[in-house]
Each structure stands twice: as structure tokens, then as C-alpha cells.
């Protein structure tokens, strides 16, 4: 059910890496503003359970390996069965981080961040504005990516991570002056500490040291990225693109 005010009512959206925390929850704040959300995840269970917490029923859970072109195409014509439609929300949230120094990275390991975090996100854009032009709906369109504050600044023990966000931030922007023209802006978040499993490894010294250096002294959590996605992918954020926005308590 979506009701007046609501600021994403009637909009289909897909938002990958939805099993599990900033993805989690963007879906619920998209489903709570009205929208329709195709939770995807390479972790299907995950994403279901992530559906079963969404206000409404019309939302569902698709398995997505984001770095594979088939699982994409495949995951989309699931969604594309189940609501005829292309969704015009896209969020791309999927992402892995596997840290180690640069001296001690195996090929495998740089290989599978750049997979999954930079080649995923340029995979499901390219399908995703695709489908939305071949249905005609691409005007109003709104594609938000996961950077990362690292991205920016670069972090000792994520050279391959750092690298993948930088390289989202750049194809974003790419995006945002190639598809201007069908009516789709392309913006990014960089999230610097939000409190997820992601982050959930973190030794506590280290936490307390990054701590100290955010103006805000405090993390944020998954709710206070999700806010500021969810304005991206409404009409509010019509003349925004390109952009890239912090999340990160003012540490610079
Ligand atoms: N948590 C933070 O502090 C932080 C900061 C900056 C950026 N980010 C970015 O935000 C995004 C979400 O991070 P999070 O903290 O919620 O992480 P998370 O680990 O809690 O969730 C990541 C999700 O992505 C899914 N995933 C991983 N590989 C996938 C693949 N190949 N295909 C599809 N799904 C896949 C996982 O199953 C999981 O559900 C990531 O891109 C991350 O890099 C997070």
C-alpha cells in the first residue's frame, strides 16, 4: 500500500546486496516511502529475510552474483516476470572487502574486489538502464552507488577496496554525463564507519582510534546512509548527478 506523501510511491527498485546491513536497510526505507523493492543477493536466504521485514507484500527476493553478467541478466528477467516491469531505482550495494596489505595480496584476492565491488556495479547499471530504455522508462530514472570514504583518502590494508570505490566514484560520474540524455541521473554515496557486518570485524582499538577522528565522535548506522539514498532516488534529488555525498560525520 503506498500512500500521498510518500516519496518513492508506485517506484520499482532493485538494490543489490540486500541480505545484509546498508543494503538491508535501503530496502526497508525505500518499501517504507512506497516503493516496490526487488531485494537481490548472492545470498538468496539472506535476501528473503530481508523482504520478510519490508512493510508491504508486493516486495521480492531474487539470487544475484552481481559479477556475472548472466546472474545479472538472469536475476532481472526474474524480476521482470514477476512485475512486468523495469525497476527505475537502482542501488547498488553489493561489495566485499577483503584486507590485507599490499606486500601480502594474492591476485585472487585484488581479482575478487574489483569483481564484485567495481565490475558488479558497472554490470548491473549497464543492464539495468538498458531494460529501462527498452521500456520506456528511463525519464526520472535514479541509479545511487556504494563508494566508500576510502575511496577518497585510501586506507592502509585496502589498496584493492580503496581502488574498487575510487573506481565506482569514477564510473558514476561517467554514467551521469552518458545517460543524462534518457532521463537517468547516477549518483554516489561514500559512507565512511557505519556500524554493519561489514565493519563488524574491526578490533575495538581500531574502531576507538577512527572514532576519535570523526568530528561527530560516533559510527553511524545502516538507517543514516539509507535516509540519504533514499532522497537520491526520489524526485526531491531531481537536478543532482554526478554527485558524490558524504555519509561519514564530517571526517575529511
Ligand atoms: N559499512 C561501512 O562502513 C561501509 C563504508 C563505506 C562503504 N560501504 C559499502 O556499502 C556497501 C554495503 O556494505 P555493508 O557494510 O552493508 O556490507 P555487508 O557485508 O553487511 O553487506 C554486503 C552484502 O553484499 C552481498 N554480496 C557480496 N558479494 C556479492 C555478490 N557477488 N553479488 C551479490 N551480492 C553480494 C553480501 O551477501 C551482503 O549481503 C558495500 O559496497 C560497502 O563497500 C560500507
Known amino acids: 500500500m503506498t500512500s500521498v506523501g510518500q516519496l518513492l510511491a508506485g517506484k520499482l527498485a532493485i538494490v543489490t546486496g540486500a541480505g545484509s546491513g546498508i543494503g538491508r536497510a535501503v530496502c526497508n526505507t525505500l518499501a517504507s516511502q512506497g516503493a ?76 575478487m574486489v574489483i569483481r564484485v565491488n567495481l565490475k558488479g556495479t558497472f554490470l548491473v547499471t549497464q543492464h539495468a538502464v538498458r531494460e529501462m530504455i527498452d521500456a520506456g522508462v528511463a525519464e526520472g530514472a535514479s541509479i545511487i552507488n556504494l563508494g566508500s570514504y576510502f575511496g577518497k583518502v585510501g586506507n592502509m590494508g585496502q589498496s584493492h577496496y580503496s581502488a574498487s570505490k575510487a573506481g565506482i566514484e569514477a564510473l558514476s560520474k561517467c554514467a551521469a554525463k552518458e545517460f543524462a540524455q534518457f532521463g537517468v541521473r547516477v549518483n554516489t554515496v561514500l559512507p565512511g564507519y557505519i556500524e554493519t557486518p561489514m565493519t563488524a570485524f574491526i578490533p575495538e582499538k581500531l574502531k576507538e582510534k577512527f572514532i576519535r577522528r570523526i568530528p561527530m565522535k560516533r559510527t553511524g548506522q545502516p538507517i543514516e546512509a539509507a535516509e540519504v539514498i533514499a532522497f537520491l532516488a526520489s524526485d526531491k534529488s531531481s537536478y543532482i548527478n554526478g554527485a558524490s555525498i558524504d555519509i561519514n560525520g564530517g571526517i575529511n
Not at 544475484?64 to 523495469?86: C, E, I, L, P, Y
Open 36 to 111: 516496490k523493492v526487488i531485494a537481490a543477493d548472492r545470498n538468496v536466504k539472506a535476501a528473503g529475510d530481508t523482504v520478510a521485514t519490508l512493510q508491504g507484500s508486493e516486495h521480492v527476493s531474487v539470487e544475484m552474483d552481481v559479477g556475472n553478467s548472466k546472474s545479472v541478466v538472469d536475476a532481472f528477467n526474474t524480476a521482470k516476470r514477476h512485475f512486468q516491469a523495469a525497476p527505475t531505482v537502482v542501488v547498488n550495494s553489493a561489495g566485499v572487502a577483503i584486507d590485507n596489505f599490499i606486500l601480502k595480496t594474492t591476485e585472487e584476492d585484488f581479482d
